[in-house]
């Protein structure tokens, strides 16, 4: 089977690492934007191109004669390159335009959850124009505004947070009515926040164990939103601040949400439904979906499947998913991701990153890996562009051993980089617990 990844991100790394394991592989291919130097090793050929220009990659799939096509990013599915991939008779892992809107446009996710009466909404309004914003300002205690359409994670701005005030949010509202058709008022919810990616064929739905990321660019959840600097999952399916019932009430809202895109939209919905929630006083809530893995999240979950990932896409294509018993060994994991100095706000692009130093080397039963991100292979050496570099995973029983494995990992990249030492430690999750204990008392 030839099959070709789209993206070249961290989230592509792995999951072209899973295929390349698998006895059912023909030869891969990938149509990148950079050359992740990950993906490019195991590749039999790649296209650097940009992602969303649909017919280049239509035409390099013929050209390559795919069989089974992987959409990593957003921005493609937002374009429908699954309509025109499947037109052209390439299988693709990855929901059609129409049904991608429930990331690509989060006031068609919201109005959905409330027309199929799905719980887990926190207080929202959706607006076209300036009617009822102020009203909605006045009667919520704190806010978030949220663009309808896709803003690659850095258009949702609270209100006396990233916006001074409800002058300063009206202001932000207007500029952001002039480039989408819509924005999405919400209250600003207080807990803590999980991800559920799952795997479906638009019938059954299969969830991966819960992992936190961590948005922030700083140490103690500090400064400026990125597209997330690392993350952490246990060795189960839930996380250490979150009771079964809290995983199992999150996979009943992706169920329904499920359901009701196909009520809607007559189409399937093929692919990867990630949730993204937040445990609150009163239970879960939803805080937005995305029309695919996550990134860094599936860093988390893809090495831990025991799990052909090729042999759970084909069963996706073939809406046959509910035969086939997919499993993840029972791991806990630690992403920490490398980022340029400056990053996000004014990262130092085109330095040379080294990977050398050694660290301390993973022991039995545990794996470390470096994933490829957002960096350039030119002549031999690694540079960086202006987003996320690269990621280091750490692999083991507890969560504990798996920070030490990737802080060993750390210790071995040089250049002008940072990394959130803190994920995954300790004292973090013992602060995240006892968030949890006090809002649930
Ligand atoms: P999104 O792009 O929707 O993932 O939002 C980015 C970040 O904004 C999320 O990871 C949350 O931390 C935060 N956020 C979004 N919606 C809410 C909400 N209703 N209440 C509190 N925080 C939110
Ligand atoms: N980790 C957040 C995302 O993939 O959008």
Known sequence: ???????????EDVISEAIHRSGKLGSLYAVMKNRNPGIASRCEDFLLAKETDVERVVDYALLKKIDLAVIGPEAPLEKGIVDSLEENGIGTVGPKKIPAKIETDKSWARQLMRDHRIEGSPEFGIFRD?????????????????????TGGKGVKVVGEHLK?????ITYIKEVLKRHESVVLEEKLD????????????????PSPAVQDHKRAYEGD?????????????????????????YDDAVKILKRTL??????????????????????????????????????????????????LLNIFKSILDERLNSLKVEHERKATVCKYVVPKGYPEDPKIDTVIKISGRGREAGKGEKSKIFYSSVDERDGKIYTTSSRSLSVVGIADTIEEAEKIAEGELSKIEGEVFSRHDIGKESLIRKRIEHIKRLRG
């Open 1 to 11: 089977m030839n099959v070709m990844v789209i993206g070249s991100g961290g989230r």
């Open 130 to 150: 300036l009617e009822g914003v102020k009203e909605f300002l006045d009667d919520c205690q704190e806010v978030v505004v949220k663009p309808s359409g896709l």
């Open 165 to 169: 005030d409800k002058r300063d949010a």
């Open 191 to 206: 807990g803590e926040e999980f991800t559920i990616q799952a795997f479906t064929d638009g019938k059954d739905l299969i």
């Open 222 to 246: 500090k400064g400026p939103n990125t597209g997330g600097m690392g993350s952490y999952s246990d060795n189960g399916d839930i996380l250490p601040f979150m009771e079964r019932r809290d």
């Open 259 to 308: 359901a009701a895109i196909r009520e809607e939209t007559g189409e399937r919905y093929k692919g990867v439904l990630y949730g993204q929630f937040m445990l609150c006083r009163d239970g879960i809530k939803l805080i937005e979906y995305n029309a695919r893995f996550g990134d860094p999240e599936a860093m988390n979950t893809i090495p831990i499947l025991k799990t052909d």
